[in-house]
């Protein structure tokens, strides 16, 4: 049974890959569509989308779907997005690129969750 | 048709699934929030809403005397064996939380775990609990709520539609509708950004 650690480092993990993963694609997109208003037009909400289907398709079952939803669709938005503007530098850099941005985005969330506890722990909650 | 008639048929639908669906990752991973929640129930008459294939009866302590209710009886049917095992009186019945066959002031906890992001009307269902419970006793819910983040609720509203066909509403106020229905809410626990919480309150007396 995965314990509390195990799912913070699972969150991370599949964070990471689907910012990858929305990277590559973001790359892909910026480099065959144009012009590139309509590529950047369409990166971000590809990459929310594809974030969550990846999501759903490979971490769901370990990780809970519903949980990680929110997290897959930022992720897979703003690695796309990382994607789309490192589109000079190959798709490696992208997707390294996109590994950072997965990071920082459960990192953000990790914080503002932790953000939102100590506040409701105050009694703040409304 | 009517809406609990609707719900009803949707949860017996989703019996079959139910454990694939919410007893894998989703279960393990609110485990410990669900214990602790379910830790405070006490030696009186506690009222389960939404037992659904009885998942959570083996976070339940022993012992306790325990009414369970579901609008699905084919979940009921299969929480059948959990509820055998349970060491403590646990009896199943099926009804709809919004028109609820007991008298007032029947029991002295209530509580539920994902819940009233499915139940129809949920104001009318927490006044159903409001009613049934006595002065000065605890609600306890575990809950799947909408967020006061506006970006995300934006996308909680956006999904709500399609996740209303399989099973519940993402982005519903659950703590606003335990005020509404008359509760004093003593906490709100977050366990996951603001969408997923433990709230517990009271009937005043």
């Known amino acids: 049974m995965p314990s509390e650690q195990g799912f913070f480092w699972g969150d991370l993990g599949a964070g990471a890959a689907v910012g990858a993963a929305m990277a590559a694609a973001g790359h892909g997109l910026m480099l065959n569509v144009s012009p590139v208003w309509l590529a950047f037009l369409l990166v971000i909400p590809a990459g929310a989308l594809g974030g969550m289907m990846l999501n759903m398709a490979l971490f769901a079952r370990f990780l809970g779907g519903m949980e990680t939803m929110l997290q897959s669709w930022l992720c897979g938005a703003v690695g796309a997005l990382v994607g789309a503007c490192m589109a000079s530098d190959g798709v490696v850099g992208a997707m390294a690129a996109g590994v950072g941005a997965g990071v920082a985005v459960f990192l953000g969330l990790r914080l503002w969750s932790a953000r939102i506890a100590a506040r409701a722990r105050r009694g703040i909650w409304s | ?205």
């Open chain 2, 1 to 205: 048709m009517k809406a609990a008639e609707r719900a009803r048929r949707k949860w017996d639908r989703a019996a079959l699934g139910y454990d694939l669906m919410a007893g894998g990752a989703q279960e393990r991973r609110w485990e410990a929030p669900k214990r602790a929640l379910y830790r405070t129930m006490g030696q009186g008459r506690i009222l389960f809403v939404a037992l659904g294939t009885g998942l959570d009866i083996a976070h339940f302590p022993p012992g306790r005397d325990i009414t369970g209710l579901d609008i699905s009886p084919a979940m009921l049917k299969r929480a059948a064996p959990r509820i055998a095992a349970y060491s403590g009186r646990l009896q199943a019945r099926v009804m709809d939380v919004g028109a609820l066959d007991f008298p007032d002031a029947a029991f002295d906890q209530v509580f539920t775990a994902c819940t009233f992001c499915s139940v129809p009307d949920p104001v009318r269902g927490l006044l159903e609990l409001h009613r049934v419970l006595r002065p000065g006793g605890t609600l306890g819910l575990f809950e799947h709520t909408g967020s006061r983040c506006f970006p995300f609720n934006c996308l909680l509203d956006a999904l709500t539609p399609l996740s209303r066909l399989v099973g519940p509403d993402l982005n519903r106020d659950t703590v606003g509708n335990v005020l509404r229905a008359g509760f004093d809410v003593e906490s709100v626990e977050p366990h996951y950004l603001d969408i997923v919480k433990t709230i517990r309150a009271r009937k005043p007396i």
